[in-house]
């Protein structure tokens, strides 16, 4: 007989003790939602706005904090010592 899957005892995860209790527990969170005022199409669309202008500024902080913006101080090669041609290879052939 295989084990039961870690967590299954936890009285967190369990929704109930019979079906009426879950039955009850829906019917209350169905109303609650029905309850709720409908959404108009411009509220959606301005809530959605606002989403997207969030995640873009997110996105741009991520990026920003894994690529810093530098610019480079140099646009050629450094001169190097003739010494160090063949050490460094193409970088001062």
Request: proline fraction near 6%.
């Amino acid at each position: 007989m295989p084990a039961p899957l870690y967590g299954a005892d936890d009285p967190r995860r369990c929704s109930g003790n019979s079906v009426s209790e879950v039955l009850d527990k829906f019917r209350k969170n169905y109303d609650l939602i029905m309850s709720l005022p409908q959404e108009t199409k411009e509220e959606k669309e301005f809530r959605h706005c606002i989403w997207l202008a969030e995640k873009e500024e997110r996105e741009r902080i991520y990026q920003t904090s894994i690529r810093p913006f530098r610019k480079a101080t140099y646009t050629q090669f450094i001169e190097i010592d003739p010494r160090l041609k063949n050490y460094r290879s193409r970088y001062g052939a």
